[in-house]
Nanobody
Framework: QVQLVESGGGSVQAGGSLRLSCAASGYTYSNYCMGWFRQAPGQAREGVAV??????YYTDSVKGRFSISKDNAKNTLYPRMNNLKPEDTAMYYC??????????????????WGQGTQVTVSS
């Protein structure tokens, strides 16, 4: 059974940084690609970043501020968020799915979700 476990969320002031992590078990990177989504209260879940064999994709609102890397040996994904803004406040979810391999952030096609980790940015 595929499982994703996130960690690293918290509270930070605007302009600060956080690094999240997502440890995957029960599958190999060849089956799915991994990425991150976020959901703010009252808003739809949106794709933030994804990493696949061809590169990395970021939604426009985080380009230049967020980066993503992975450790294949540990099956772990590491999003790094810099210059955080209050509008980045949301629950962040790790996700795995075949659509992410094409930079497709369609949440309905995600096969596995993590439990989420809260990120709060104060002004």
């Amino acid at each position: 059974q595929v499982q994703l476990v996130e960690s690293g969320g918290g509270s930070v002031q605007a302009g600060g940084s956080l690094r999240l992590s997502c440890a995957a078990s029960g599958y190999t990177y060849s089956n799915y690609c991994m990425g991150w989504f976020r959901q703010a209260p009252g808003q739809a879940r949106e794709g933030v970043a994804v990493i696949d064999s061809d590169g990395r994709y970021y939604t426009d609102s985080v380009k230049g501020r967020f980066s993503i890397s992975k450790d294949n040996a540990k099956n772990t994904l590491y999003p790094r968020m810099n210059n955080l803004k209050p509008e980045d406040t949301a629950m962040y979810y790790c996700a795995a799915g075949p659509n992410l391999c094409f930079g497709d952030f369609d949440a309905l096609q995600i096969a596995v979700w993590g439990q989420g980790t809260q990120v709060t940015v104060s002004s």
